[in-house]
């Protein structure tokens, strides 16, 4: 017989914490890497409120899985619409209340601790704070550098930008002069050249009427003076 896919898991997957994903969770031997550049001090000053190390419960309580209400009871059948049950809906429901009184207590449980909590509880609550606030003047002022690099980078591209324009101005102001300075002088050579040429012209129409008058005087008889 042929099976369908599976519709949804068997068991919703529980999210892991910052503080055991990064080792020194509770019940882990794993130590906390220090310092406040790793990635996992930032999850932890980062993460969600409250952290860990402040709650007096933090994924010590074992739910059931979550159930498929379509999933035909065994032997297992094709799923239909008609297996949906009450029971199957109630079990999410009571996992999803539990879910949720786990996570308010939680979260509620760490604002009684620097009010009524034993010593070691307030130092705990106050070293989260202090951390955290490394924390953030740390990354304020990688902040601020990296800040201050990107804007040092613009100037220095505003200021290389701005000395190409003026090359290119002072470069194209050099083509402009020269293109002028050369067309101003091959018109005044043209000029000199045309000037010279109607001297020559005109040298050369008198040497001919001097001949010409010479050799073919208009006054024969000397008559006229």
């Not at 980078?153 to 003026?166: H, I």
């Amino acid at each position: 017989m042929t099976t369908l896919p599976r519709i949804t898991p068997a068991a919703t997957p529980r999210s892991v914490s910052a503080a055991a994903a990064c080792g020194g969770g509770p019940g882990s031997d794993t130590p906390r890497p220090s310092g406040h550049g790793s990635q996992c001090g930032a999850t932890t000053s980062y993460g969600p409120y409250p952290p860990p190390e402040l709650t007096s419960t933090w994924n010590h309580m074992k739910f059931p899985g979550r159930v498929n209400p379509l999933a035909p009871p065994p032997p297992r059948r094709r799923i239909n619409n008609s297996w949906e049950t009450t029971p199957q809906h109630w079990h999410n429901e009571k996992r999803k209340l539990m879910m949720q009184q786990r996570e308010h207590e939680r979260y509620h449980s760490a604002w009684a601790k620097p009010f009524y909590g034993p010593p070691a509880d307030k130092e705990a609550y106050r070293r989260h704070y202090r951390e955290v606030l490394k924390q953030q003047m740390s990354d304020r002022d990688l902040k601020l550098r990296n800040d201050f690099q990107v804007k040092v980078k613009e100037s220095e591209a505003a200021v290389e930008y701005d000395r190409q324009c003026k090359m290119k101005d002072f470069q194209d102001f050099v083509k402009k002069f020269t293109y002028l300075k050369n067309f101003r002088d091959d018109n005044k050579m043209f000029m000199e050249k045309a000037w010279a040429r109607d001297r020559h012209s005109k040298i050369m129409t008198d040497r001919y009427d001097r001949e010409v008058m010479r050799y073919n005087p208009i006054n024969w008889s000397g008559t006229l003076s």
